[in-house]
C-alpha cells in the first residue's frame, strides 16, 4: 500500500495483540508523520518483538538560519510507548540528532547511548 499503514490503526493493533516488549528506545527515521515507517513494520515482520519507546523521529529545516535549542524538537505521546518526534534546524545549523534527541525532555523517553537503536 503506497498509503502506508495509519499509525493509529498499527498501534490499536499492538493493544489487542500485544509483541514482546524489549528494553530501551527504537527511533525509526521517517518524513510521514500519518503512517508507520517501513522499517519498523520489517523489524517486527522479522524479530517478532517491538521495543518498550518507539519514537518516529522527522528532521525538518526550518526558512531561517538558526532554530534556538528551545525550539529544537516537538514531542507527541500516542500511548502505548510510541512517540512522534520532530526536530528543527536552521539551514546552516549542523543536524546532530544525538544532541537534539538529548533536549527532548520527557520522563518515559531515555535515549541514553546503550539503550537506544
Given at each position: 500500500?503506497?498509503?502506508?499503514?495509519?499509525?493509529?490503526?498499527?498501534?490499536?493493533?499492538?493493544?489487542?495483540?500485544?509483541?514482546?516488549?524489549?528494553?530501551?528506545?527504537?527511533?525509526?527515521?521517517?518524513?510521514?508523520?500519518?503512517?508507520?515507517?517501513?522499517?519498523?513494520?520489517?523489524n517486527?515482520?522479522h524479530?517478532?518483538?517491538?521495543?518498550?519507546?518507539?519514537?518516529?523521529?522527522?528532521?525538518?529545516?526550518?526558512?531561517?538560519?538558526?532554530?534556538?535549542?528551545?525550539?529544537?524538537?516537538e514531542?507527541?505521546?500516542?500511548?502505548?510507548?510510541?512517540?512522534?518526534?520532530?526536530?528543527?534546524?536552521?539551514?546552516?545549523?549542523?543536524?546532530?540528532?544525538?544532541?537534539?534527541?538529548?533536549?527532548?525532555h520527557?520522563?518515559?523517553?531515555?535515549f541514553?547511548?546503550m539503550?537506544?537503536?
Amino acid at each position: 500500500d503506497e498509503g502506508g499503514l495509519p499509525l493509529p490503526i498499527f498501534i490499536g493493533s499492538i493493544r489487542v495483540q500485544p509483541p514482546h516488549r524489549v528494553q530501551g528506545t527504537a527511533v525509526f527515521l521517517t518524513a510521514r508523520s500519518d503512517a508507520v515507517p517501513q522499517a519498523l513494520l520489517h523489524n517486527m515482520l522479522h524479530n517478532q518483538v517491538l521495543h518498550e519507546q518507539v519514537v518516529l523521529l522527522t528532521g525538518v529545516y526550518e526558512d531561517r538560519p538558526r532554530v534556538p535549542a528551545h525550539e529544537r524538537f516537538e514531542v507527541e505521546s500516542y500511548g502505548e510507548g510510541f512517540y512522534r518526534v520532530i526536530l528543527h534546524f536552521g539551514f546552516i545549523d549542523e543536524p546532530d540528532v544525538p544532541a537534539a534527541l538529548a533536549l527532548c525532555h520527557l520522563d518515559d523517553l531515555d535515549f541514553s547511548p546503550m539503550r537506544t537503536t
